[in-house]
């Protein structure tokens, strides 16, 4: 296992768009969670899932974005109707238990034009 | 709710030097994990060290080490022995064990640079 893996690395939009990030987690982590981080700032919580129920969105999460895991395995997160403001870098992190460490992916960057 | 602060925004100290970066923290509760996080240019945020606050030791691992206090809220992170694969943005982060997702609250971040 090569660890957490997201794609796109990279997405560039235009505004109004519906776009779609993939995250794979560690195969054995039951924890998934996804981040925002903007230019300059530290990662912000988005929403958790422990194996396929989400559990925990934050009021970052409008209704315009919407996650799933499917059978407790990858996650998808889904912006609808872009922004600009929803440029950030989205990342993607597993952990076994809870207390245990998280393993972040390399992100995926969004830049909505 | 949980907040942490990193007052530091930017460091840069010359390679073999030890290095102190600050954070502190503000929360309610009295179970709970600090962390630090290293997120080289590349991007993936890699775990550089972890204190569970019922530990009054502090943790260490290699050239990394912390000083925690817990009175004061403070969980500082001291590097020696700097060397140049140390550049990278640090955040410090805070974890509530018992309630909700566990999910990390992190810093604004240290951008740390070592200096050849």
């Known amino acids: 296992d090569t660890g957490v893996s997201q794609n796109p690395r990279h997405k560039i939009t235009k505004r109004g768009q519906n776009v779609t990030f993939r995250c794979d987690p560690i195969?054995?982590?039951?924890?998934l969670y996804w981040y925002r981080q903007t230019l300059g700032q530290g990662p912000e919580f988005l929403t958790y899932?422990?194996?396929?129920?989400?559990?925990?969105k934050s009021r970052l999460l409008s209704d315009r974005f919407s996650a799933e895991r499917p059978k407790g395995s990858f996650s998808t997160l889904e912006i609808q109707r872009t922004e600009q403001g929803d440029s950030a870098m989205y990342l993607c992190?597993?952990?076994?238990?809870?207390?245990?460490?998280?393993?972040f992916g390399q992100g995926t960057r969004l830049t909505v034009v | 709710a949980q907040t942490v602060t990193q007052s530091q925004p930017e460091m840069s100290v010359q390679e073999a030097e030890t290095v102190t970066l600050s954070c502190t923290y503000d929360?309610?509760?009295?179970?709970?994990?600090l962390f630090w996080y290293k997120q080289p240019p590349s991007r993936q945020m890699i775990l550089v060290i972890r204190?569970?606050?019922?530990?009054?030791q502090n943790a260490t691992e290699n050239r990394f080490s912390v000083n925690f206090q817990k009175a004061a809220k403070s969980f500082s992170l001291k590097i020696s022995d700097s060397q140049l694969g140390d550049t990278a943005m640090y955040f410090c982060?805070?974890?509530?064990?018992?309630?909700?997702?566990?999910?990390?609250?992190f810093g604004q971040g240290t951008r740390l640079t070592i200096n050849p």
């Open positions: 982060a805070f974890m509530d064990i018992i309630q909700g997702a566990q999910k990390l609250v």
């Open positions: 195969s054995e982590h039951n924890r």
């Open positions: 992190a597993s952990s076994l238990d809870r207390v245990a460490e998280a393993f």
């Open positions: 929360t309610s509760e009295n179970n709970y994990y």
């Open positions: 204190q569970e606050a019922y530990k009054q």
């Open positions: 899932f422990q194996n396929e129920a989400q559990l925990e």
